[in-house]
């Protein structure tokens, strides 16, 4: 099933211009960490998801502070869109004691639980169960709190993922299951891993619902999200939403791959035409959400946010040694 993107006066203003902020800074962020890396000064692997930050963006901006969002090795997105620092987040890829684990954690490790972002995992799958594990905390608790685990394409493939969904499904849990299918696990092709294109409707026998939306398509992830978050809170169980996107840049690091051959030049050209920021900055200015002047000054705005946080985050000290076993268990 796909959706249809809504319409821009079902979405209130602040929320719209709120969005764009935070799609421009991810982008930034993205854009600006690939600049740097090239220095070695960031030692942690690092996945970037510059081409699919609509994703963490439409997700977000429909969750309360308080409700939990767990993620997966390609975090950045996530973090940020939650209300995770950016300074912290760029002081822990340069594996500062500013970081938000402490410098310990590297680019797959972000967390800010002050704001609701929990975690994230290199384990492909490994936070599909645990988000669901808040969900069914959130129920005993009688909060109304919902919990959102994002995971790649490659995340349907493992075992905990029907498991996770049969269990949410038998308890009746607020928790979204948001697949963020960018057609590929590292090299891999997903119709090379799995027999057909249809993520959304692996629910199905396990009784949860899902639906497919363009992932690059801010509007269309904002309002499947609000559907799946009002249906959680309303206590109408979980949901599985499918973005369809794409990563422009290699799996891990700071360059473009299209020369391996696991993947085509045209291929990631046509989707970079269908660049996630263009689309929803001519949405709005369209439609006079936004003026040409505000696109300058939010870009300038976001360009001085980033240079702080990469200031901060160089100026910061390491770690003591004596800390490098704390919280290892
Ligand atoms: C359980 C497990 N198996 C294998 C790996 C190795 N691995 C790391 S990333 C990755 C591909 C993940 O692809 P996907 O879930 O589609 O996310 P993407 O990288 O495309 O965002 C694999 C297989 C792992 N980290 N964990
Ligand atoms: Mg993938």
Known sequence: MKKKTPSLKSVPANVLRDMYYMIVKIRKEGERIAELYPEQEMRCPTHLSIGQEAVAVGVCANLRKDDYVFSFHRCHAHYLAKGGELRRLVAELYGKKTGCAG???????????????????????????????????????????????????????????????NFASLKNLPVI???????????????????????????????????????????????AAKEAVDRCRRG???????????????????????????????????????????????????????????????AKEVSEEMEEAVRFAKESPFPDEDELLKDVY
């Open 103 to 165: 410098g310990v954690g590297g680019s797959m490790h972000l967390v800010a639980p002050d704001v609701g972002f929990m975690g994230a995992s290199s384990i492909v799958a490994g936070t599909i169960p645990i988000a669901t594990g808040t969900a069914l905390a959130s129920v005993m608790q009688g909060s109304d709190r919902v919990s959102v685990a994002f995971f790649g394409d490659a995340g349907v493939e493992e075992g905990t993922f029907h498991e996770t969904l």
């Open 177 to 223: 299951f948001v697949c963020e299918n960018n057609l590929y696990a590292t090299h891999a092709h997903l119709l090379s891993r799995q027999p057909a294109d249809n993520i959304f409707e692996r629910g199905e026998s396990h009784r949860v619902p899902g639906v497919c939306v363009d992932g690059n398509d801010l509007l269309a992830v904002y309002q």
């Open 236 to 298: 109408q169980g979980p949901f599985l939403i499918e973005c369809k996107t794409y990563r422009w840049r290699e799996h891990v690091g700071p360059y473009y791959d299209y020369d391996l051959g696991y993947r085509s030049k045209e291929e990631l050209e046509k989707w970079m035409a269908r660049c996630p920021v263009s689309i929803y900055e001519k949405v709005l200015l369209e439609n006079g959400i936004l003026s040409q002047k505000d696109v300058s000054t939010i």
